[in-house]
């Protein structure tokens, strides 16, 4: 059995966010839709400064069981080319984390666009109002979409041409850098894919043995 810390497992949550994330983008890229109870919580991350942990950003770890499963999928299985996407779509999301905690006007910028947000929401009642959605995009667009690498999302072009599509592909893209920012909080290195994927595995495994449990 392997033992893992507090921390290691705080950012194998956060980790998991950032696979449903991405793992949304790319059935929207690639279907027209997604499921929006796996979507909701991922939206509703943003707006949250203070957590007792981890888990309760994304108002319990019942929520990103996608994010696990897909979690599991990259670490133990044979990947398919769209899981490859999506794991591109990942390491992307974790690369522009690191070039935005060193931008330090933009980062500001951004905190200031998100602590607005409540606001916008009441306005229009929740989070899932298409007008939100529209305003989480464009807070991407005119600041994580300027850095490199940029991050082109790949499938059916009738999907990606779709507006409202675009703009909920662009806000998942922003709630998963605010995973990264977690994972990196919590000690996540590009390096633990390589060299930590047991242990990741692992914790991976018994977070979804916690989930059955509930």
């Known amino acids: 059995m392997i033992r893992y810390t507090d921390q290691e497992r705080d950012r194998t949550i956060a980790l998991a966010a950032v696979m449903q994330a991405v793992h949304l983008v790319h059935i929207i ?3 027209g839709s997604a499921e929006p109870a796996a979507i909701l919580p991922l939206l509703n991350s943003l707006l949250v400064t203070e957590a ?41 999301l974790l690369r522009l984390e690191r070039k935005l ?11 200031r666009e998100i602590d607005q947000l409540p606001q916008h929401i009441e ?24 850095l490199t690498p940029f991050i082109q999302v790949y499938g059916e072009e009738h999907h990606l041409e779709k507006t409202s599509n675009a703009h909920l592909i662009r ?44």
């Open 101 to 111: 905690s060193k931008a330090d006007s933009m980062m500001s910028s951004l905190t």
């Open 123 to 146: 306005y229009f009642d929740n989070i899932e109002h298409p007008q939100v959605i529209a305003r989480l995009a464009d807070i991407y667009k005119r600041t994580i979409s300027n």
């Open 29 to 31: 890229a690639n279907e």
């Open 171 to 214: 806000a998942l893209l922003l709630a998963g850098i605010r995973s990264a920012i977690i994972w990196n909080q919590k000690g996540g290195r590009y390096w633990q894919f390589l060299y930590q994927s047991k242990k990741i595995t692992a914790i991976t495994d018994d977070l979804r043995s916690e989930l059955s449990q509930i």
């Open 52 to 92: 007792d942990s981890t888990e309760t950003v994304y108002g319990g770890l019942e929520h990103l069981d996608l994010g696990l499963e897909q979690l599991h999928i990259q670490l133990v299985k044979t990947k398919t080319k769209h899981q490859i996407t999506q794991i591109q779509y990942a390491v992307n």
